[in-house]
C-alpha cells in the first residue's frame, strides 16, 4: 500500500475498477423510508443470492462512488446481492425529502433493513463507509440485541467514530484540500436544495462558511435540533454506541489515515466487546487501501472473505 496516506486516499479514488452491468443488471428503486422521504437504491442480485448486503457511503458521496462499485462487484462475484444505497438528498435526489442527512442519521437505514426481513431476504450484511460507516455502527449500538433479527454482521471502513475528534484532524492545514472539497459540495447542494428545506436556516452565512464544523454548526445541526455542531457531535457519534453491539462487527481502519485520529479507537469496547474486530492496517489513508498485489483494492476482499466466511 501507499505509504504516503494523502496519496493513498487521493490515487485510490482514481483507480480504475472493474463494475460488470450486464452481467448483473442494475435494478433502480425509489423507497420511501418515512414520510415525505424517498431515497436511491441500485439493486443488483446473482441468481441463487447467497445474502443480502447493503452498502453505504460517506460524506457527499452516492452509489456511483468508486468504493461502492468496486465493493459491489466483489460481492456479486462472491454470490451476494448487493444494494448500492444513497444516503437522502444524494445521488440526484435532492428534492425527493425536506431534510438534510446527518451522521448518526439511521432511521433511513433501519427501514431498508425492515423491509429488506419482510421480504425474507437474509442473511443481511451492512456495509459502511466513511460517514456511512459511522452510521452502520450506530445503527448496530442502537438496536443492541434486536440486531439479531435485522442483521448478521456490520462492516465498517474508514469511519469517524468520534465526529468531533475527526473535525478538529480535518481542519489541519494538511488537509485543507479535502475540507474545501467537502464545503464546496456541501454548500453547492444546499443552495440547490433550499427550495425544499422545511428548517429555516442562515441561508446569508453559507458563502462565509469555510469549515465542516461551520457548516454543521450553523446548517446540519440546527435543522435536526441538534444545538450546534458539538452537540451534534457529542450525541451521533458511533464512538458511544460500540459497547452496544451484539453482532459480528468488522471495522477498517489505516492508522494513517489523514482524517480520522487513529488514536479514536483505542476506546475500551475493542478490547471488551467480543462482536468487534478492528483490523488496523498501518497504512492506506482515508479509503484508499491500494494493494501492490492482486487484488488491488485490498479492502474489496478483505470484507468479501469476512461475510462469505460467515455465510
Known amino acids: 500500500m501507499f505509504r504516503n496516506p494523502h496519496l493513498a486516499t487521493v490515487f485510490t479514488s482514481l483507480w480504475p475498477r472493474r463494475f460488470e452491468e450486464r452481467r448483473f443488471p442494475v435494478q433502480t428503486r425509489l423507497f420511501h423510508t418515512e414520510p ?55 445521488g440526484g435526489t435532492e428534492f425527493l425529502c425536506s431534510t438534510l442527512y446527518h451522521a448518526g442519521l439511521t432511521k433511513d437505514i433501519f427501514a431498508i433493513l425492515t423491509d429488506l426481513d419482510r421480504q425474507r431476504r437474509t442473511p443481511v450484511y451492512l456495509v459502511g463507509f466513511s460517514l456511512g460507516g459511522n452510521q452502520c455502527l450506530k445503527l448496530a449500538g442502537e438496536l443492541g440485541d434486536d440486531a439479531h433479527r435485522l442483521l448478521a454482521g456490520v462492516a465498517a471502513i474508514s469511519a469517524p467514530i468520534d465526529l468531533a475528534a475527526c473535525c478538529r484532524a480535518l481542519a489541519r492545514p494538511s488537509n485543507r484540500l479535502y475540507q474545501w472539497r467537502f464545503v464546496s459540495s456541501m454548500r453547492k447542494r444546499l443552495r440547490l436544495r433550499r427550495p425544499a428545506i422545511e428548517a429555516p436556516l442562515p441561508y446569508d452565512r453559507l458563502d462565509r462558511v469555510r469549515t465542516v464544523w461551520e457548516f454543521d454548526h450553523l446548517f446540519t445541526g440546527p435543522s435536526f435540533g441538534f444545538d450546534g455542531a458539538e452537540h451534534y457531535y457529542s450525541t451521533q457519534s458511533a464512538i458511544r454506541y460500540l459497547d452496544a453491539i451484539r453482532v459480528p462487527t468488522l471495522v477498517i481502519q489505516a492508522q494513517d489515515d489523514p482524517m480520522i485520529p487513529f488514536a479514536v479507537f483505542s476506546h475500551s469496547a475493542f478490547h471488551t466487546n467480543p462482536q468487534l474486530t478492528l483490523a488496523a492496517t498501518a497504512h492506506g489513508g482515508h479509503l484508499g487501501f491500494l494493494s501492490s498485489r492482486s487484488p488491488r483494492i485490498w479492502v474489496d476482499s478483505a470484507v468479501t472473505n469476512w461475510i462469505t466466511s460467515r455465510s
Not at 436511491?40 to 442480485?45: E, G, K, P, W, Y
Not at 452498502?55 to 462512488?65: D, K, W
Request: hydrophobic share 40%; glycine share 10%; with cysteine.
Open 36 to 90: 415525505g422521504t424517498q431515497v436511491l437504491i441500485h439493486t443488483q442480485r446473482p441468481p441463487d443470492a447467497r445474502g443480502e448486503v447493503v452498502l453505504v457511503h460517506g460524506l457527499e458521496g452516492s452509489s456511483m462512488a468508486p468504493y461502492m462499485l468496486s465493493m459491489a462487484q466483489s460481492l456479486l462475484d462472491a454470490g451476494f446481492a448487493v444494494h448500492r444505497t444513497n444516503i437522502r438528498s444524494c
